[in-house]
């Protein structure tokens, strides 16, 4: 097997043989909702799959790019750790996780999977690896990988913040009936001893958070990875118990709760299916499929409704949080919507392409579905309401779906003038796209 420098320079130089095309990223999964262009050049990356080592005394995780959270999980949870935040997904990467952005119900701690990392390789379009950390010469690069999407360059290695686990995670679902006092308690839990924060909208009314304390036994374990449904557990039963794995994939059985778009929530489906591909990996090929095919588009057409996909996750300050979701019951409709809690502690570092206050706590909404009406509207009518919303409520949104931002806005909210520096320094010939041309759908 080569090594990782060995395979680091045969990428380089696949790179450099592709100068002057568009390239992206050719792996086995992507979590990604938008479409790509097929005429992009793919760069292979797939064997930047290796955890590289772990110090279980400083607890420091030291893995290349492409290793997807399930191996990596697996990796540390064998010395007693894991990743500090880990996204719901199995197949999510860290490079996707970091170049993109996520979040996880441990986020109220640590922040997004982007302020847990400590050191990064990162190969550049002219075809050069360096190394970034907070405090050297290349800082900018550091902080301003986040949300950048390969557009700066690709991150082949990585060292991450660990924190040690215990072999169970009770959980305690606590419902309340009143939005505002929902919200109130999400912050209440932030600030109490709890390891995991995060809950659901199931219906106004009908809120549900859902917390996770570590714990070293069990009285017995639930298993939602098969037969049981975990978000119908959430409101079925006040308090569970999961092994520390099972509680990092109890959504991605169902991925979250779009499977039941598949009818994968039937029981002669799931038994049909298997334990094995009962997980987003599937929904996503299926997914994949559909958009190729444009099934879903073609019903839509026949039918004469106006339908648009939603899948978005923004994230509001906590005073805005009521306001937001009102307006989303109120103009958008689509529930479930997952709640998750996230702080940005500004002593780790400002991170310009996207930008969040210091030390505020964040609510993450995501929701994942169509909006069909009879009206018709144009093409992005509900994403840009939503688009508009966020803005006013001093919010901001994910990138890896479709977006509708005019180009000035956009560069105002996903830190334009670093963006330019960025790229000046350290993609000087454009050899990768830059984030509006990514991100955000060609008017
Ligand atoms: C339905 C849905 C639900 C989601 N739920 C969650 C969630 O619960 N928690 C969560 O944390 N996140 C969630 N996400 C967001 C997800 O973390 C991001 O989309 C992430 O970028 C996906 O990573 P990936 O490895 O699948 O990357 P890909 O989909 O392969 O790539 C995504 C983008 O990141 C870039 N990229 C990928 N790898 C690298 C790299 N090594 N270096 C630089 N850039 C890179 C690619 O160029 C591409 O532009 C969700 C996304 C979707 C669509």
Not at 15 to 25: Q, S
Request: charged residues 25%.
């Amino acid at each position: 097997m080569m090594s990782y420098e060995q395979r680091q320079q045969h990428l380089a130089q696949a790179l450099r043989n592709n100068a002057g095309r568009d390239i992206r990223l050719s792996k086995q999964t992507s979590n990604l909702f938008r479409n790509r262009s097929t005429q992009d050049q793919l760069l292979d990356v797939r064997e930047f799959n290796h955890v590289l080592a772990i110090d279980p005394d400083t607890r420091v995780i030291e893995t290349e790019g492409m290793v997807t959270y399930e191996a990596l999980a697996d990796t540390a949870l064998a010395y007693g750790l894991m990743p500090a935040v880990v996204p719901q997904l199995k197949s999510i990467t860290i490079g996707g996780a970091v170049g993109g952005i996520g979040i996880e119900s441990s986020s109220f701690r640590y922040g997004l999977p982007h302020e847990t990392v400590l050191e990064m390789d990162v190969l550049l379009g002219t075809g050069e690896v360096i190394c970034c950390t907070p405090n050297n010469e290349h800082r900018d690069l550091f902080f301003g990988l986040a949300n950048s999407y390969g557009t700066l360059g690709y991150i082949l290695r990585l060292k991450i913040q660990g924190i040690p686990v215990k072999p169970y995670v009770r959980v305690t679902h606590v419902h309340c009936a009143d939005s505002q006092e929902f919200f109130d308690r999400v912050n209440e839990a932030c600030q109490g001893s709890f390891d995991f924060v995060d809950g659901v909208v199931f219906a106004p009314g009908e809120y549900y958070l859902v917390l996770g304390e570590f714990t070293d036994d069990a009285p017995y374990t639930s298993d939602y990875s098969y037969l049981q449904i975990f978000y119908r557990s959430i409101r079925a039963r006040s308090e569970d118990y999961l092994s520390v794995r099972d509680y990092l994939w109890r959504w991605d059985t169902d991925w979250f709760w779009c499977s039941k778009n598949l009818y994968a929530q039937n029981r002669l489906i799931r038994r049909l299916l298997g334990r094995k591909r009962l997980n987003s990996i599937t929904y996503q090929k299926v997914m994949r499929w559909n958009s190729r095919v444009g099934l879903t588009r073609r019903l839509g057409t026949l039918s004469r409704r106006h339908r648009e996909v939603v899948i978005q996750d923004v994230d509001i300050p906590l005073e805005n949080a009521p306001a937001f979701l009102s307006f989303f019951q109120r103009e958008i409709g689509i529930r479930p919507i997952w709640i998750c809690p996230a702080r940005h502690d500004g002593r780790r570092g400002h991170y310009p392409l996207f930008p969040m206050r210091d030390d505020t706590l964040y609510i993450n909404f995501g929701f994942w579905d169509a909006v069909r009406t009879d009206p018709m509207h144009p093409q992005g009518h509900f994403n840009r309401m939503i688009e508009e919303k966020v803005t006013d409520l001093g919010g901001i949104k994910s990138l890896y779906s479709e977006s509708f931002y005019p180009e000035k806005e956009f560069w105002e909210l996903y830190g334009g003038n670093t963006c330019r520096l960025l790229k000046d320094r350290y993609d000087p010939g454009h050899a990768l796209k830059d984030l509006y041309q990514k991100c955000v759908r060609r008017q």
